[in-house]
């Protein structure tokens, strides 16, 4: 399946739009990533605790949206757009929203 944040794809024609997709993913960040991020804070530097979090979430939410699309009968999804949130009361939780619009190209 081909995915693009887009609104088409270079050298393929959209024969039909099949409407809007999404996906949603959350994910908690436990004590001890918190804790190995706070080091970071405190010393400076990058955060690959968060970074990796931020790329499991980010690739998670991609498959979901793939997988719906292709239930919809979609081989492509274009216009994807992502979205990050922190949840939580201590803003423990990341929540990835993808959306896009799953279509059939030839």
Avoid: C, H, W
């Avoid at 991020?37 to 968060?50: E, H, I, K, M, V």
């Amino acid at each position: 399946m081909i995915i693009s944040t887009t609104p088409s794809i270079e050298g393929k024609k959209i024969i039909n739009y099949l409407g809007i997709v999404s996906a949603e993913v959350v994910l908690g960040v436990n004590f001890v990533k918190d804790f190995l991020a706070g080091l970071n804070d405190l010393f400076g530097g990058r955060s690959g605790t968060y970074e990796n979090e931020l790329i499991e979430a980010k690739q998670k939410v991609i498959d979901e949206l793939v997988q719906r699309a292709t239930i919809m009968g979609a081989n492509a999804v274009v216009g994807i757009d992502l979205d990050f949130e922190v949840l939580g009361a201590n803003g423990s939780m990341l929540m990835v929203v993808a959306t896009g619009t799953a279509v059939i190209i030839e």
